[in-house]
Every structure is written in structure tokens, then in C-alpha cells.
């Protein structure tokens, strides 16, 4: 957050980047939250001119990048459970259940990271 608001934003803008993409690697996840995080930065751009943020666009970019990054740390930090359930069960259901689960507490960490950046 510091080097966000400091205009530090592409120093650690793309070892986030980086980060982001090897956990989505690992829990399998990449296509779908990388893709869908991408279709979404014209409306973050807009909800936050609207929300009154004083915010440059690289800034945005760099908190949408670290968000997206504590989501897939936060799933590939699942994926070890994740695998140890999966063998132990001939449940499609459990395990779909269970993925949709630590899915949704990523997407929820992440949220909050993007909602504590400075307005």
C-alpha cells in the first residue's frame, strides 16, 4: 500500500504481476480470475473516477494486480488441501463444494485488499 501511494507502482507492479500468475498456475484457477480481472478494469477505472478516488490509472492497475495477487496466494496456499481431499473422496459434489469454498475466501481477502486502498 505504501509504495502504491507513494508512485511506486511499477516496481512492484510487476513482481505482483508475476506472483499472481504462478499461484493461479498452481490452483489451476488462471484463465478464469487473470481474464476476468482483466474484462474488469474499464469498470474499476470508472467506479473509481465516480467514487471520487484520487487515483492514477497506474495506481488502479498496481491494486487491482495485488489484489488478484493475495487471491491466488491465498489459493495455491488451498491447493495442498484441496489435492489431499480430492484423493480421499469419489465426491464430485464435496469436492466442487469444497474448491467453490476456498474460491470464495480468496476472492474475499482480495476484496478487502481492494477495498482498503486510499481513496
Given at each position: 500500500m505504501y509504495e502504491i501511494q507513494e508512485s511506486q507502482a511499477k516496481k512492484g507492479g510487476l513482481s505482483l504481476l508475476a506472483i499472481s500468475i504462478l499461484?493461479?498456475?498452481?490452483?489451476?484457477?488462471?484463465?478464469?480470475?487473470?481474464?476476468?480481472?482483466?474484462?474488469?478494469?474499464?469498470?474499476?477505472?470508472?467506479?473509481?473516477?465516480?467514487?471520487?478516488?484520487?487515483?492514477?490509472?497506474?495506481?488502479?492497475?498496481t491494486l487491482l494486480v495485488a489484489s488478484v495477487a493475495l487471491t491466488g496466494l491465498l489459493m495455491a496456499g488451498f491447493s495442498p488441501g484441496a489435492w489431499g481431499f480430492t484423493q480421499?473422496?469419489?465426491?464430485?459434489?464435496?469436492?466442487?463444494?469444497?474448491?467453490?469454498?476456498?474460491?470464495?475466501?480468496g476472492m474475499c481477502y482480495g476484496l478487502r485488499f481492494l477495498c482498503a486502498a486510499p481513496h
Open positions: 499461484c493461479f498456475l498452481a490452483y489451476g484457477l488462471t484463465v478464469g480470475i487473470l481474464f476476468s480481472a482483466i474484462l474488469c478494469i474499464p469498470s474499476l477505472i470508472i467506479f473509481s473516477c465516480l467514487s471520487g478516488a484520487d487515483l492514477k490509472i497506474g495506481h488502479i492497475l480421499s473422496t469419489n465426491s464430485v459434489a464435496f469436492t466442487g463444494a469444497m474448491n467453490l469454498a476456498f474460491w470464495a475466501i
